[in-house]
């Protein structure tokens, strides 16, 4: 299996010859989301144009008929709600994919994460005040023009064969995908990173992809989809504009604690471009400050 870490920015990803990937499951960052990536972009505009540019990217490296899968939710900052879902769709469409799903991925009711809005009409139970609080996230479906399901050879149709008992029990056949989120624990190794859940990655790596075959996350974060990927004995591509977050993927993917005999089985290379960036500690700077001046008010 390879293994590959690109550290730099996804708008280009030069170093993957056209049609070359089988999936990519990703998650982009939730424009300036508060809890994350607070003043990460200048406006949604500049947002917007990275997106364009990285779909036209996703678009010429991954395989004909193969899909591309985006985990993602419109964001509300400063009470206006952006409709990135939307926009995101948008954007595939126009990049020349067709739009084939959408999964809702239900989080537990417990957790609420940025705000309890409903408490809005408690305080006042009239017409007009409701705002209800989110524990939906979107998984948007692309496909790259049609698949040639006579291009895989029987043996690896076997080895990729899903377990449809594990596909019943978790009811994947469902538009709708009840899923723990990671939880904001402390000491986590996720800490201040917008992770997604190994379950999401896991269901789509099986879903979407065969044995052998290479997936791609052109927004790596902390490494889960490769992670996941690897332990599906797939072939793994990242590409992460964050510099800080070396450390802690190498971590997850145990990089750094790998036995002699795994090896010879991972062919692991790492690239750091001239457009790597450093942003974690500056935006978990900004994310506690933003907290400050929330427990001030």
């Known amino acids: 299996m390879e293994l590959k870490l690109f550290f730099g920015n996804s708008a280009s990803m030069k170093e993957l010859e056209d049609d070359s990937i089988h999936l990519?499951?990703?998650?982009?960052?939730?424009?300036?989301?508060?809890?994350?990536?607070?003043?990460?972009?200048?406006?949604?505009?500049?947002?917007?144009?990275?997106?364009?540019?990285?779909?036209?990217?996703?678009?010429?490296?991954?395989?004909?008929?193969?899909i591309a899968t985006l985990v993602v939710d419109?964001?509300?900052?400063?009470?206006?709600?952006?409709?990135?879902?939307?926009?995101?769709?948008?954007?595939?469409?126009?990049?020349?994919?067709?739009?084939?799903?959408?999964?809702?991925?239900v989080k537990p009711e417990g957790y609420i994460r940025i705000s309890?809005?409903?408490?809005?009409?408690?305080?006042?139970?009239?017409?007009?005040?409701?705002?209800?609080?989110?524990?939906?996230?979107?998984?948007?479906?692309?496909?790259?023009?049609?698949?040639?399901?006579?291009?895989?050879?029987t043996d690896i149709r076997s080895k990729s064969e899903l377990d449809l008992d594990e596909f019943n029990k978790g009811k994947w056949y469902l538009s709708v995908w009840n899923i723990t989120n990671v939880l904001p624990l402390k000491n986590r190794l996720e800490k201040g990173i917008a992770a997604f859940p190994e379950e999401i990655p896991y269901r789509l790596v099986k879903l979407y992809s065969y044995h052998g075959e290479t997936v791609l996350d052109p927004f790596m974060g902390s490494g889960t989809t490769l992670k996941v990927a690897l332990d599906l004995k797939r072939n793994a591509i990242g590409y992460e504009i964050d510099l800080e977050?070396?450390?802690?993927?190498?971590?997850?993917?145990?990089?750094?604690?790998?036995?002699?005999?795994?090896?010879?089985?991972?062919?692991?290379?790492?690239?750091?471009?001239?457009?790597?960036?450093?942003?974690?500690?500056?935006?978990?700077?900004?994310?506690?400050?933003?907290?400050g001046r929330n427990g001030q008010g």
Request: aromatic share 12%; with cysteine; proline share 5%.
């Open 24 to 66: 990519v499951v990703t998650s982009p960052p939730y424009f300036n989301s508060p809890f994350d990536y607070p003043d990460l972009f200048n406006s949604y505009d500049e947002f917007l144009n990275l997106i364009t540019q990285v779909a036209d990217e996703i678009k010429r490296v991954l395989c004909q008929g193969r």
């Open 116 to 153: 309890r809005r409903s408490g809005v009409l408690l305080q006042h139970p009239y017409p007009m005040y409701y705002y209800p609080d989110n524990l939906q996230e979107s998984i948007l479906i692309f496909q790259n023009g049609t698949f040639n399901y006579k291009s895989i050879s």
């Open 245 to 291: 977050l070396k450390k802690i993927i190498e971590e997850k993917l145990e990089l750094n604690q790998i036995k002699q005999e795994a090896k010879s089985i991972i062919n692991k290379q790492v690239i750091i471009r001239e457009d790597t960036k450093y942003l974690r500690t500056e935006l978990q700077n900004h994310v506690k400050k933003s907290e």
């Open 74 to 105: 419109d964001i509300l900052i400063n009470g206006l709600k952006y409709p990135i879902v939307a926009d995101m769709t948008r954007i595939f469409i126009d990049a020349g994919f067709k739009y084939r799903e959408r999964i809702t991925w």
